[in-house]
């Protein structure tokens, strides 16, 4: 996924735009200029025409701009991205608008007018080019609040519309009730949202693709809420990029739903290509938190991104409660997984730590495969039904201190696969 890149920016060049009259043209009471001037050979153009040529230009800017982030999002939360030259274009035309107002006498309040009245006209394509237009609309009507605040919203508001006028580090208070969500729910600024608690205050997402998309680099956290999948189309509940950090803490994420090609179902998923991004600590940081009947992931780790999961639950969860995948990393501490298929997956070169975490029904506790290298100590596993842990292809890591109960197998291990197996109770078989 792509952020818009200097989106910012924008913002700040077009509050300028706004304010140019101020200075060099005539006020929002000014009278037009007399007709005598006005048909003089030579004589500067009116005040409607500048006013009219400048929101003119910059409204068909903004219109190409919002254009260029219309994709749809995808199950796999992939999203549209912006045209290479689209931030100079906007930026240009905010500049040739702020000199054809200085040129001339504008009446100031009147291009406002216009301008509003034009953004509302502008089409958004997809949740990401809807959230980019709501965005610079804020900005340019005088809406947005650059520094962090703190708002209060109801059921009945519009979620979206509300965070675009927020600024970077803003909390949104939602006050107990259900919040629906008929379309993806676009975070271009980290913002926090603090409900009342996981039973009191949901939010309800029919939408395709995903619920919540975080697209920046500041933090998003969700607190004391519930949010879920209502919907009959394939979502994920919460998608983050290469760049996103998340932060869950005592909140519940549940009915996430799949398409028969396997898009969406996870509550969680954090993208990322590669390894590019390993290093920046910790990405998805989750206490307290449910997680919970979705069809494929509770969390779905990919790329560099690491997890810091603590004293949570994930149950009947239709793939796995944690998949780590590419080179994700982190710990799961003091959880307890419950029915699902499998409790964690540690799949390609990835190298989580499972320290004291509780394992029970579903198929498998731990499955480990490709190069996959986890630290497992301390860890209870009962009543599954093909094996408490399986090291597949090459995989290798650590277990130490696992307990196993009630199982058919306890730590099946392929003929490549060379993990460390120290003081255990779970008995070791050779699979083929």
Do not use: W
Not at 165 to 185: D, E, K, P, Q
């Amino acid at each position: 996924m792509t952020r818009p890149g200097v989106l910012v920016a924008l913002l700040v060049s077009s509050l300028l735009v706004l304010s140019a009259c101020d200075g060099g043209g005539a006020g929002p009471d000014a009278a037009p200029a007399s007709q005598s001037s006005s048909s003089s050979t030579g004589a500067p153009a009116s005040p409607v025409v500048n006013c009219a040529s400048a929101s003119t230009g910059l409204l068909s800017a903004v219109q190409r701009y919002v254009v260029a982030y219309g994709a749809p999002l995808t199950g796999k939360g992939t999203t549209g991205t912006a045209a290479p030259n689209g931030d100079a274009d906007l930026q240009n035309a905010l500049k040739v608008a702020q000199s054809q107002l200085r040129a001339g006498s504008c009446n100031l309040a009147k291009f406002r007018k216009e301008l509003s009245t034009g953004l509302g006209k502008v089409k958004a394509r997809g949740p990401v080019a809807r959230a980019v237009l709501l965005r610079l609309t804020a900005s340019m009507t005088g809406t947005a609040v650059a520094a962090a605040t703190t708002v209060t919203v109801r059921p009945n508001q519009d979620l979206a519309k509300t965070v675009a006028t927020l600024g970077a580090g803003s909390t949104v208070r939602l006050v107990a009730g259900r919040y629906r969500l008929r379309g993806s729910l676009v975070l271009l600024e980290g913002v926090t949202f603090s409900g009342a608690g996981r039973d009191r205050t949901s939010i309800v997402s029919t939408a395709a693709g995903s619920a919540l998309v975080v697209l920046t680099n500041g933090r998003v956290e969700l607190d004391d809420l519930s949010l879920r999948h209502g919907g009959r189309v394939a979502s994920n509940l919460l998608t983050g990029g290469p760049s996103s950090s998340v932060v869950l803490t005592r909140a519940r994420l549940a009915d996430a739903r799949k398409d028969r090609s396997g898009q969406g179902g996870n509550a969680v998923m954090m993208t990322a290509n590669g390894s590019a991004d390993a290093g920046r600590g910790t990405t998805l940081q989750v206490t307290g938190t449910d997680l919970s009947r979705n069809a494929a992931a509770g969390i779905l780790l990919t790329g560099g991104h690491v997890a810091s999961v603590r004293q949570s639950r994930f149950s009947d969860n239709g793939q796995c409660g944690v998949c780590f995948s590419g080179a994700s990393a982190g710990a799961v501490r003091g959880s307890v997984f419950t029915g699902n298929a499998v409790g964690v997956a540690v799949l390609d070169t990835a190298r989580p730590a499972l320290l004291a975490d509780t394992f029970s029904g579903g198929l498998v506790g731990v499955q480990v495969s490709g190069h996959g290298a986890p630290l497992i100590r301390d860890v209870r596993i009962s009543r599954v039904t093909r094996a408490a842990m399986i090291f597949g292809d090459r995989a290798s890591g650590r277990v130490s201190r696992a307990r196993c109960a009630h199982v058919p197998y306890g730590l099946v291990v392929s003929p490549k696969a060379l993990p460390y197996v120290g003081a255990t109770n779970c008995t070791v078989a050779h699979g083929r």
